[in-house]
């Protein structure tokens, strides 16, 4: 089935930058909302950032003005830029469907993430 998979992910120190990337297998996510999303050890998995295939945009409000989210040239590919990274930023990152799709689908496509760690 379809693959995610996610890259990009490192220790930096506060204030630094990171860019995720996210490759999908073919060109089966080019249509669909998608969304980056973290999840820190003890904490539920939020929903950071997400981008329509039209290429519009929404972050959550703690991450607004810092993280740019966008689609590669080749539409299989999602990006999070993140600036002014700080310490409460460290979590696993992941990308895949955004919530215009059921759960039940979203869930199928859970890749292993990568992790981010902000150092103070």
């Known amino acids: 089935q379809v693959q995610l998979v996610e890259s990009g992910g490192g220790l930096v120190q506060a204030g630094g930058s990171l860019r995720l990337s996210c490759a999908a297998s073919?060109?089966?996510?080019?249509?669909?909302?998608m969304g980056w999303y973290r999840q820190a050890p003890g904490k539920q998995r939020e929903l950071v950032a997400v981008?329509?295939?039209?290429?519009?945009?929404r972050y959550t409000d703690s991450v607004k003005g810092r993280f740019t989210i966008s689609r590669g040239n080749a539409e299989n590919t999602v990006y999070l830029q993140m600036n002014s990274l700080k310490p409460e930023d460290t979590a696993v990152y992941y990308c895949?469907?955004?919530?215009?799709?059921?759960?039940?689908?979203?869930?199928?496509?859970w890749g292993q993430g990568t992790q981010v760690t902000v150092s103070s």
């Open positions: 981008i329509t295939s039209a290429g519009s945009t």
């Open positions: 073919g060109r089966a996510f080019s249509t669909y909302t």
């Open positions: 895949n469907l955004g919530t215009t799709v059921v759960a039940g689908i979203r869930n199928a496509y």
